[in-house]
């Protein structure tokens, strides 16, 4: 019964989503208050409806209920609570439902806190955003019907892919769908600016509340999805240019785009043209991410490999939501004004360069992306675009951009002197090269690039902490003056400082993880000793071990230097009887300065096995946790920023024009 009070829900609120996709935007057009003002009910209407059906279907998992086909797909009896749950959206159907149930949520937000949005935006906003609920809600019930009843019902599930039974994994997808679903907001306040033919700056920080949530949401995913991927997969890496890695990257780098775009219109009434369109086009990414994901294209663990004809329909929302809204923006957007001039030394035109080159880079990376899918569909041969393409094109792009990032904050709004605010940077400058040459002196080995890199990532650094002191003025005045003027300033600008910093501390985990990494893969015995990185790692056999739902084989690692003992290690091969699968648990020593990093191979023979002989892998990445930490930087820097009360309180009003009153005829 609770499942068909799901699929009920989903009906209802798919009649809701119809309702609102239509009467808010005619009453925007006749200016009929009455309608406008019931897209906010049938907005929270839509997300308690979806709320329901998503509850009925945990509740499935939670109870194991095997009537339902999905629960018989992604779940097991003797499965942990945690990962049950995380069942709900390990599907193709699942995690759709998880798809629409943000996708309302950010409609709902919109509704119950976009107060000071003229009624006439906000209407048409959730007008659009129904239509996309409209095309979703459709393809869930007409071809992905997440309650669907079998009979008669197994003894048992299947179980969920062993892979994606990991606490990092189960928090992965909600962040990343919270994010790159969350610009659809955005996507719809660009939609009904342009029907509404009126971008200003009220309309930039209306918008930047709600890029920035879903920015730092899609920030947080990716860095948990490649910490996931790094403890869990066992070859000791963070990030290998996956297409299903690359799906949820492009939409990152063109938000954080628009979060700089954004900032000018607000500011200056300028880039309006480029900002809506960064916004339609940030979550057309989200969506051609969502195809190539559901569409059959790609086989992946990221991915779920379906029925091609559900990737058609998915295909013909693409073409509507992407070519309507381009249509629209190409009628449109030569009438919107360009906005305050600015000269080739500004903030302005820093924050250009800035668009330019992430622009640039998320073309490089599409580019990568769906060059071998199109050429496989032409030619019928598989191509492989990997990590050495994207790291000799997208690298060398993003160096100047950091080298940007440290000066931009130090110009000022529509003419700057470069003379004056270089003056301010010489020490970062030094400092930096001074980082440059020391991590030569330590090294003594690794590409060139890896030194510029960490230069950079210095220079970044130096250059966000000295913008910070400066405004409070810091070593000019006593430190309880200095700390008052820090308690004053915005939160936004702390939010800044804290995600600059955060970007260059992960910059120094990008390089040190991947130039100065060390590697061993050995055949070892019971007593067999490794020496990497100035360790001795002496392997002392495996023993069989049980979970709730799975056999291990666990290995014993001895870890020592220098003679002294420093840790033990215990990685595993566990294997799951039910999924008739094997993964690799790796066991990780992590210090700030690198993580010593083994896990256990597929054993040479089955007769090796027998005498005790395992293929070990064992590797040193330095520096590599500040990968994670830069990460948490940059989403407590937006969180800062979200905070701020300018952001969530303070967004302009449009003040109507006085009606010109007609002079009497004397």
Known sequence: MIPEIGQFALALALGTALVQSVLPMLGAVRGNVLWMRSARSSAIAQLVFIGLAFAALMRSFVVSDFTVANVVENSHSLKPMLFKIAGTWGSHEGSLLLWVLILAAFGAGVALFGSNIPEALKARTLSVQAWISTGFLSFLLLTSNPFERVFPPPLDGNDLNPLLQDVGLAMHPPLLYFGYVGFSIVFSFAVAALIEGRVDAAWARWVRPWTLAAWMSL??????????????????????????????????????????????????????????????????????GTFIVRSGLLTSVHAFAVDPERGLYILGLLGISIGGSLTLYAWRAPAMEGGGLFTPVSREAGLLINNLLLATATGTVLFGTLYPLFMEALTGEKLSVGPPFFNSTFVPMMLPLVLVMGIGPFLSWKRADLKGVLQRLRFAAVLAGLAGLATWYLTRGGPVLAYLSVALAAWLLFATLREWALRIRLFDVSLTDALRRARNLPRASHGMTLAHTGLAVAILGFVGSSAWKSEEIVFVQPGSVIQIAGFDVRFDGVERVSGPNYIA???????????????????????????????????????????????????????????????????????????????????????????????????????????????PAE
């Open 219 to 288: 920030t947080a995913g990716i860095a948990l999805g490649s910490w996931w991927a790094y403890y869990e997969l066992g070859w000791g890496g963070w990030w290998f240019w996956d297409p299903v890695e690359n799906v949820s990257f492009m939409p990152w780098l063109l938000g954080t785009a628009l979060l700089h775009s954004a900032i000018v219109t607000e500011k200056r009434d300028a880039f309006k043209s480029w900002t809506i369109l960064l916004a339609i086009l940030t979550f057309s990414l989200s969506l051609l």
């Open 553 to 663: 084989d666990r290995g014993t690692l001895v870890v020592s230097r220098e003679g002294n003992f420093v840790t033990t290690l215990y990685p595993e091969r566990r294997s799951y009887p039910v999924a008739q699968s094997t993964t690799t648990e790796s066991a990780i020593r992590s210090t700030l300065a690198g993580d010593l990093y083994a896990s256990l191979a597929t054993p040479a023979s089955e007769t090796a096995t027998d005498q005790g002989a395992w293929t070990l892998r064992i590797l040193y990445e330095p520096l590599v946790n500040f990968i994670w930490i830069g990460s948490v930087m940059l989403v407590l820097g937006g969180t800062l920023s979200l905070s701020d009360r300018r952001l969530r309180v303070g967004a302009p009003r449009r003040v109507a024009r006085p009606p010109s009153v007609a002079t």
